[in-house]
């Protein structure tokens, strides 16, 4: 087996606050290979967000190993955090976050500013992106003119747009209806027959179906890591 | 991040918020354009002063009453006038003058029939042309004999002159000082402004019967003398005290000047006085621009705050897509400098284009006005401008950089 994009293993978060001590994951151990696309499932409170936002280089472990690639990653300071973000990372939130007034082949060539990419090549790489998406023919729209589903059809363009290892949706669907949102979902799985990495944080069991693989977490603890579920890709009710 | 897209972004979000941003440079503009005109009137101002002081001639002595050296501490409030005709007189036999003239100064009303007008009034005598050239328009000037007879005759101003009796030649008439009347002997062509003074609307008579009729006293309020061109003017200086201690009876061998009742002066001396009020002048100026700076600058600063509280989620999403908190530093610096650079660059603009204004307003009251431009001022006036958005701009930018990723992208 090769070297997996990612491993954990029995990583500890805890929060401390005005001395008290919140323990948010307790013992989270897994691995995630290149070209899954993963859902993280649970309900709100289990910890799901904290353990993506460590995957994710916007936080770190308490204790417990996080590789990356085969290095140990846990114990980066804020300025290689950030160089693992703009490397290694792409992002798609719950409410988009797009700049805005701005136009979508801005927001989407944005993280290759910091990553020091030229105008014109990054120009290049964001139609690309934006091609993928489906929206080529909107480069020059602002981005508060589009309807939400477009939004994060921009958002996910400028997380694929510099090619990262890893793209982390978290709740992509929570602010669509539900068909916009089965588009967005199917849009991460055609991504990932392309190759892509996957990891997508949700609450709804529906939304995870169309992942290969749900890990279900609870309290700070895996409860399940399934495989082999019949795959969704069509309507679902949530 | 390159240094051209920190700019440009810089630029954007500037341009995003057009009304927003003018309004927080406001205070800058105000600020540095202030600097300019206030400057830049200091020096027309202090260049209209010394053009006419260098154009009364490098070899005059002024000779006034003082308690002490003038220059050496506060001028004391009450100075006994101790200058009299009979100084005059002891300077003229010093034969280092081609003229020495006495003047005494007062102000009362000027009337002729319903035509009344109040007026400064200068007692002068007949070496007054040989200090200060004038033409006459209509007339003669005083003689020696108007002088040493107490005649009651008077030269007026022109403007004065046409107050009082139109457009006419007034000479052969009477006109009353307070209730004296005295004969119109000439009247002065146009001699514009002497030291913010206008001369066309003062009046002069001898200063012997200014003395006796007028006012009653035996001072007179300075000495004027010209020096020939052959004589040093600081060994004239030195006579002069000479002179003058032998006339006042002041036991002086030290040469202490604080000792003496008078105090001689030329026109350096005027002219240095002059740079001092001018220096001082430009301090004070400068000290009620930096103030409006600082208050510009925070200003600045609280929109500044303002604008990072605002744009939380912008930034917690370029943390998320990799930035660095000195990327987000650079980026709020950046845009707090080229607020501060373009309030700057209006400012410099506001400023020129008013001093221009006053210039042109100025020029109708006093002729010699002269317009500067402070070039010195300009520049500093923008690199200040920057240094306000540097010092202004840290505390918002670190609020910015060092705000949590996960914290921003959550704020609502």
Redesign the interface.
């Known amino acids: 087996m090769p070297t997996p994009l990612i491993k954990l293993k029995d990583i500890h978060k805890d929060y401390v606050n005005d001395d008290v001590v919140t323990s948010v994951l307790h013992g989270v151990s897994f691995a995630i290979q290149e070209g899954e696309f993963v859902a993280i499932m649970g309900p709100s409170g289990s910890g799901k967000s904290t353990l993506m936002h460590i995957l994710g280089f916007l936080d770190t472990v308490s204790s417990g190993v996080y590789q990356f690639k085969g290095q140990d990653v846990s114990r980066l300071v804020d300025d290689q955090l950030a160089i693992m973000r703009r490397k290694e990372v792409g992002f798609v939130f719950q409410s988009f976050n797009l700049l805005p007034r701005t136009s979508v082949l801005e927001n989407v060539a944005l993280p290759m500013i910091y990553d020091q990419i030229p105008e014109a090549e990054r120009k290049v790489l964001a139609e690309k992106a934006l091609k993928i998406v489906g929206l080529d023919h909107r480069l020059e729209h602002l981005s508060n003119q589009l309807s939400g589903g477009e939004r994060q059809r921009v958002a996910i363009a400028r997380a694929v747009a510099g090619n990262p290892s890893i793209i982390f949706a978290d709740e992509p669907t929570g602010n669509l209806d539900t068909r916009t949102g089965v588009e967005v979902l199917k849009m991460f799985q055609e991504l990932h027959t392309k190759g892509r990495t996957i990891i997508m944080i949700t609450h709804e069991q529906e939304a995870a179906e169309f992942a290969e693989r749900i890990i279900s977490i609870r309290d700070g603890q895996i409860i399940s890591d399934r495989t082999g579920h019949k795959r969704r890709t069509d309507r679902y009710t949530k | 991040?390159?240094w051209?897209?920190l700019i440009s972004?810089s630029t954007?979000s500037i341009r995003?918020n057009k009304s927003r941003s003018a309004l927080t440079i406001l205070g800058i503009v105000i600020g540095i354009a202030s600097v300019i005109l206030m400057l830049s009137i200091g020096q027309s101002a202090e260049g209209l002063i010394l053009s006419q002081v260098a154009d009364l001639g490098s070899d005059l002595l002024f000779v006034e009453a003082s308690a002490g050296d003038p220059t050496s501490g506060p001028p004391s409030p009450f100075v006994e006038q101790t200058i009299t005709l009979d100084d005059q007189k002891a300077l003229e036999k010093t034969g280092m003058f081609t003229a020495v003239s006495a003047i005494l100064v007062s102000t009362n009303t000027v009337s002729h029939e319903q035509e009344s007008q109040f007026a400064s009034i200068n007692g002068i005598n007949e070496g007054y042309l040989d200090i200060f050239p004038a033409d006459l328009l209509y007339g003669r000037f005083f003689s020696s004999s108007d002088i040493e007879g107490y005649t009651k005759v008077t030269v007026l101003g022109k403007d004065l002159a046409n107050d009082l009796f139109g457009q006419q030649d007034p000479t052969g008439m009477k006109v009353k000082i307070g209730s004296i009347a005295f004969r119109v002997i000439g009247v002065f062509d146009e001699q514009g402004t002497r030291f913010f003074q206008d001369l066309d609307t003062q009046i002069s008579i001898p200063i012997t019967t200014m003395q006796a009729d007028l006012m009653g006293v035996d001072y007179v309020s300075y000495i004027v003398a010209r020096a020939k061109s052959d004589v040093d003017l600081d060994y004239a200086k030195d006579e002069v005290r000479f002179v003058m201690r032998d006339e006042h009876n002041i036991d002086n061998p030290q040469r202490d000047l604080d000792l003496d009742d008078f105090y001689v002066s030329s026109q350096s001396d005027a002219e240095d006085i002059i740079g001092v009020v001018g220096s001082v002048l430009t301090l004070l100026l400068s000290s009620i621009a930096a103030i409006s700076l600082v208050v510009g600058g925070i200003g600045i600063m609280n929109i500044m705050l303002v604008s990072v509280t605002e744009r939380t989620?912008?930034i917690?999403?370029?943390?998320?897509?990799?930035?660095?908190?000195?990327?987000i530093l650079q980026q709020f610096l950046a845009e707090a400098v080229l607020l501060t650079m373009i309030g700057g660059i209006v400012g410099v603009l506001g400023g020129i284009l008013s001093s221009v204004v006053i210039a042109i307003v100025a020029k109708f009251f006093l002729d010699d006005w002269a317009l500067h431009i402070p070039v010195s001022a300009i520049v500093l006036g923008v690199l200040v401008a920057t240094g306000v958005g540097i010092a202004f701009g840290v505390y918002p930018a670190k609020r910015a950089a060092n705000l949590d990723?996960?914290e921003a992208?959550r704020y609502e």
């Open positions: 991040m390159l051209k897209d972004s954007v995003r989620r912008e917690g999403l370029r943390k998320s897509i990799g930035a660095t908190k000195r990327e990723p996960i992208l």
